[in-house]
């Protein structure tokens, strides 16, 4: 089997990539068992009160083991397919260690990744800076996605955008452990039409090369939902493909 988890920061375009990929037959998307934010929501409920449960003084990161790979074959048993893709965002870089030995490091990681500012907007236009940092709990639970020092100071200094500080933090810590993962990771950058389709056809040349496509189908893009038209993007994976391995190819079903 394939396991794919997708991860990167939140607003990145995660949830759209579990959309990109529920398009495909062969692959594992059980959006009867995923809440709102295309997430298992068993795990995401489970990542939060580990986080609830970590020091905010301590740099260190740990969960209950047992639980988390009880959930994770709770999810994995319902699926019959060789492909499975699980949303996962930032929980999956922290947590890494407990993933390479479920997975026995056979995973491949998707971080998707936009510019900070397209990150911030989109927190603002959802309400959410807000909603994360003007609760005392749920402030809490998202400053701890960051350094421990950077916690404390963020609670002990009143600063002119204060909120937007955390964030553009969040941004940085996200990035740096993606930087240093070991597992196959790819980046896809979800911050516009062009790059998203560039590197998703790079990541299913290489990695799914076994999946069926139609080009009746399309894809909604955003939050703008622009469509991605599947004929042009088929047509230009399949130059690629042939370019690559030296065949020429009549049709992609």
């Known amino acids: 089997m394939k396991n794919i988890i997708i991860s990167g920061m939140g607003h990145t375009g995660t949830r759209m990539l ?82 390479n030995e479920y997975f026995d490091n056979n995973y491949t990681i998707i971080n998707s990744l936009k510019s900070f500012k397209s990150i911030y907007n989109s927190f603002e236009k959802r309400n959410e800076v807000d909603l994360f940092m003007n609760n005392s709990e749920e402030m809490i639970r998202q400053l701890k996605k960051v350094n421990a020092s950077f916690r404390l100071n963020y609670l002990d200094k009143q600063k002119k955008n204060k909120k937007k500080i ?30 998203f389709k560039n590197d ?38 399949k130059k690629i493909i042939e370019r690559r391995f030296n065949i020429q190819i009549k049709k992609i079903h």
């Open 18 to 99: 579990v959309d990109f990929f529920s398009q495909f037959d062969e692959i594992y998307v059980p959006k009867i068992y995923l809440n709102s934010v295309n997430e298992f929501e068993k795990l995401h409920k489970f990542f939060i009160k580990s986080m609830d449960n970590i020091s905010f003084k301590s740099d260190e990161y740990f969960l209950n083991k047992k639980e988390l790979f009880e959930i994770l074959d709770e999810y994995y048993s319902l699926n019959k397919k060789k492909i499975t893709v699980l949303k996962m965002p930032f929980y999956s870089l922290v947590f890494n260690e407990y993933l």
């Open 166 to 195: 955390f964030f553009y933090k969040y941004f940085l810590t996200t990035n740096n452990l993606i930087k240093n993962l070991n597992n196959k990771n790819y980046l896809v950058n979800c911050e516009n039409k062009k790059n």
């Open 200 to 237: 998703m056809i790079k990541f299913l040349v290489k990695e799914l090369p076994e999946i069926q496509f139609t080009d009746k189908s399309f894809f909604l893009f955003g939050d703008d939902k622009k469509k991605i038209n599947f004929r042009k993007f088929l047509s230009k994976l």
